[in-house]
Nanobody, 122 residues
Framework: VQLQASGGGLVQTGGSLRLSCAFS????????MGWFRQAPGKEREFVAA????????YYADSVKGRLTISRDNAENTVYLQMNSLKPEDTAVYYC????????????????WGQGTLVTVSS
C-alpha cells in the first residue's frame, strides 16, 4: 500500500484547507482510512477515521464540527476538509490505512503516508 498526502499549506485563523490522500497498491475499499497529526514537540494523535464504505466516521473531540473526513472509492482517495482552523491545528497531517478493525478505528494502522504540513497563523 502506498499513500500520498497533499494539500497542506499556510492559512489564517478561521480559514479552510482540504487535504487529499491518494491510495494505491491494493483494493481501496478493503481498507479503513484515517487521518492523524503531529504538532511540534507533541505525540502523534488521532484526528478522524472513515469506514470502508464511507458510511461511518469517527472524530477526535478537538476537531468535531470543524473537520470532515470523506472518501471517494471510485478515485481511491480520502479527504480531510478543514474549516474554522485554529493555530492549535498546526501540525504535520498523516493519512493512514488499515485492513482490519481489531484495534478499533483510533489506532492499529498498518500503512502511513509521508505527511503534509498545515500551518495556521494567528
Amino acid at each position: 500500500v502506498q499513500l500520498q498526502a497533499s494539500g497542506g499549506g499556510l492559512v489564517q485563523t478561521g480559514g479552510s484547507l482540504r487535504l487529499s490522500c491518494a491510495f494505491s497498491g491494493r483494493t481501496f475499499t478493503s481498507y479503513i482510512m484515517g487521518w492523524f497529526r503531529q504538532a511540534p514537540g507533541k505525540e502523534r494523535e488521532f484526528v478522524a477515521a472513515i469506514s470502508r464504505s464511507g458510511g461511518t466516521t469517527y472524530y477526535a473531540d478537538s476537531v468535531k464540527g470543524r473537520l470532515t473526513i470523506s472518501r471517494d472509492n471510485a478515485e481511491n482517495t480520502v479527504y480531510l476538509q478543514m474549516n474554522s482552523l485554529k493555530p492549535e491545528d498546526t501540525a504535520v497531517y498523516y493519512c493512514a490505512a488499515k485492513k482490519y478493525t481489531g484495534a478499533g478505528y483510533y489506532n492499529g494502522y498498518d500503512y502511513w503516508g509521508q505527511g503534509t504540513l498545515v500551518t495556521v497563523s494567528s
